[in-house]
């Protein structure tokens, strides 16, 4: 199953792989993509690319068949590594991509235990890599339907993961309270219960098929002002399942566009397992501590790397498109390492720059460079204090406020003069 549980860094990297190999295509029909199932002994996945390879040496084109065996021959390699499939089971995607024009091939692999298990074992050798059964694990479950209304206007949204979506606004047209000349009072009210029957009916169509029909959300809030959501409710027109499944109802200033928002900053305590909420706790537990005179968050990354190194850090929040990568520059001759933290857009001066001065160690001028995300580093340099690290999506309004104090920050355990 599929929960918020599985770690952010996880997804962010499964999300990373698929963006990176989604538009790539092979010269030939030579892209390998594997899906291993839980049980499924690692011997028998390698025995089975054994005999395809034995299989590609038919292929007609030169270049094509390398392609394909050297594939192979790598994704055997990386299987060995493995005693067994791990609890979820290992997607594997392995082939020749180009990094500057035909014939620059050069033989990537990529692996990445998904967020739910495999269900059955799948080869495929062909033109491009087939990342869309990944893409569909990572499909939200838990989706929850908003439905906010009054009189004037009603708005559906849906909430999923770490983000929210108004799908469809309607306004009912029904004129405000004042009657026309010569109407009497009953008829003008039943003139009005007909229009307002008329459009609960409207708006319920729309809800049941876009919260059932297209989303099947597994449960719905209601709000709005007043008592058009209660009223709503009675007339029994919304899908049954849903009224089975209100989550909660609840009163908001707005209808409309502007409800379903309001209900998304009211719901928070009534979905605890929504991703969005953690992450907006999250940013607004940041703001707070950054706020205070001697709050226990920090921002920037140089800050940041300081406070790991001091084992100082909780937790590290960073958004999920923050464009910074790390250089390494590893001397050659006693591997003494200096590292540099750049935009990727300035990736050229920096390699440059760290590979410009001698090693300080031993004066040698000789370096292996290596590029990191900056996720990655974290990740890393996190779990060596005990740290966690968060990512939080940029699209949303707490990831803009994020992004507003450079897309990185921190709390830290205790606060240290001048950090
Ligand atoms: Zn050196």
Same mark, same amino acid.
């Given at each position: 199953?599929?929960?918020?549980?599985?770690?952010?860094?996880?997804?962010?990297?499964?999300?990373?792989?698929?963006?990176?190999?989604?538009?790539?295509?092979?010269?030939?029909?030579? @892209?390998?993509?594997?899906?291993?199932?839980?049980?499924?002994?690692?011997?028998? /996945?390698?025995?089975?690319? =054994?005999?395809?390879?034995?299989?590609?040496?038919?292929?007609?084109?030169?270049?094509?068949?390398?392609?394909?065996?050297?594939?192979?021959?790598?994704?055997?390699?990386?299987?060995?590594?493995?005693?067994?499939?791990?609890?979820?089971?290992?997607?594997?995607?392995?082939?020749?991509?180009?990094?500057?024009?035909?014939?620059?091939?050069?033989?990537?692999?990529?692996?990445?235990?998904?967020?739910?298990?495999?269900?059955?074992?799948?080869?495929?050798?062909?033109?491009?890599?087939?990342?869309?059964?990944?893409?569909?694990?990572?499909?939200?479950?838990?989706?929850?339907?908003?439905?906010?209304?009054?009189?004037?206007?009603?708005?559906?949204?849906?909430?999923?993961? !770490?983000?929210?979506?108004?799908?469809? /606004?309607?306004?009912?047209?029904?004129?405000?309270?004042?009657?026309?000349?010569?109407?009497?009072? =009953?008829?003008? !009210?039943?003139?009005?219960?007909?229009?307002?029957?008329?459009?609960?009916?409207?708006?319920?169509?729309?809800?049941?098929?876009?919260?059932?029909?297209?989303?099947?959300?597994?449960?719905?809030?209601?709000?709005?002002?007043?008592?058009?959501?209660?009223?709503?409710?009675?007339?029994?027109?919304?899908?049954? !399942?849903? =009224?089975?499944?209100?989550?909660? &109802?609840?009163?908001?200033?707005?209808?409309?566009?502007?409800?379903?928002?309001?209900?998304?900053?009211?719901?928070?305590?009534?979905?605890?397992?929504?991703?969005?909420?953690?992450?907006?706790?999250?940013?607004?537990?940041?703001?707070?501590?950054?706020?205070?005179?001697?709050?226990?968050?920090?921002?920037?990354?140089?800050?940041?790397?300081?406070?790991?190194?001091?084992?100082?850090?909780?937790?590290?929040?960073?958004?999920?498109? /923050?464009?910074?990568?790390?250089?390494?520059?590893?001397?050659?001759?006693?591997?003494?390492? =200096?590292?540099?933290?750049?935009?990727?857009?300035?990736?050229?001066?920096?390699?440059?720059?760290?590979?410009?001065?001698?090693?300080?160690?031993?004066?040698?001028?000789?370096?292996?460079?290596?590029?990191?995300?900056?996720?990655?580093?974290?990740?890393?340099?996190?779990?060596?204090?005990?740290?966690?690290?968060?990512?939080?999506?940029?699209? &949303?309004?707490?990831?803009?406020? @994020?992004?507003?104090?450079?897309?990185?920050?921190?709390?830290?355990?205790?606060?240290?003069?001048?950090?």
């Amino acid at each position: 199953m599929l929960s918020t549980k599985v770690d952010s860094v996880r997804l962010y990297k499964i999300r990373k792989v698929i963006s990176e190999l989604s538009g790539k295509e092979g010269r030939g029909t030579e @892209l390998v993509t594997l899906y291993i199932p839980p049980k499924k002994p690692i011997h028998e /996945v390698i025995a089975y690319l =054994r005999n395809e390879w034995g299989t590609a040496a038919n292929i007609k084109s030169d270049t094509t068949r390398n392609h394909v065996q050297d594939a192979l021959t790598k994704a055997m390699q990386k299987l060995k590594l493995y005693r067994e499939s791990p609890d979820n089971g290992l997607v594997m995607f392995c082939g020749a991509l180009m990094t500057n024009g035909p014939g620059s091939e050069v033989i990537v692999l990529r692996e990445v235990v998904p967020p739910k298990p495999v269900k059955s074992f799948l080869y495929q050798c062909d033109d491009h890599f087939h990342v869309e059964h990944l893409r569909d694990m990572l499909r939200e479950e838990k989706v929850y339907g908003l439905l906010s209304i009054d009189a004037n206007e009603a708005g559906v949204g849906i909430l999923s993961g !770490e983000a929210f979506d108004v799908v469809n /606004v309607m306004t009912s047209g029904i004129s405000g309270k004042t009657r026309k000349g010569g109407q009497s009072a =009953r008829r003008y !009210e039943r003139g009005r219960e007909m229009e307002l029957t008329y459009f609960y009916h409207r708006v319920a169509d729309h809800a049941n098929r876009i919260l059932v029909d297209e989303y099947k959300c597994k449960g719905v809030i209601i709000g709005g002002p007043g008592f058009t959501k209660e009223d709503f409710m009675k007339t029994e027109f919304l899908n049954y !399942e849903l =009224r089975k499944n209100v989550i909660a &109802t609840i009163d908001t200033a707005y209808s409309g566009r502007e409800g379903v928002r309001e209900l998304v900053e009211k719901s928070a305590d009534k979905l605890q397992d929504v991703r969005l909420f953690e992450e907006k706790k999250l940013v607004q537990r940041f703001l707070a501590e950054v706020n205070k005179p001697n709050g226990l968050a920090v921002y920037g990354l140089p800050r940041i790397l300081s406070a790991i190194e001091k084992s100082n850090v909780e937790a590290i929040l960073v958004t999920d498109d /923050v464009d910074v990568v790390r250089f390494t520059a590893t001397c050659k001759n006693c591997q003494t390492v =200096r590292e540099k933290f750049v935009p990727i857009s300035k990736k050229t001066q920096a390699t440059q720059e760290l590979t410009s001065e001698a090693c300080a160690n031993c004066g040698s001028k000789e370096f292996v460079v290596d590029e990191a995300d900056l996720i990655d580093v974290l990740e890393e340099k996190a779990l060596q204090v005990g740290a966690k690290v968060e990512v939080i999506s940029s699209g &949303t309004e707490e990831g803009a406020m @994020l992004k507003s104090f450079g897309g990185v920050a921190a709390f830290v355990r205790y606060r240290v003069a001048g950090v």
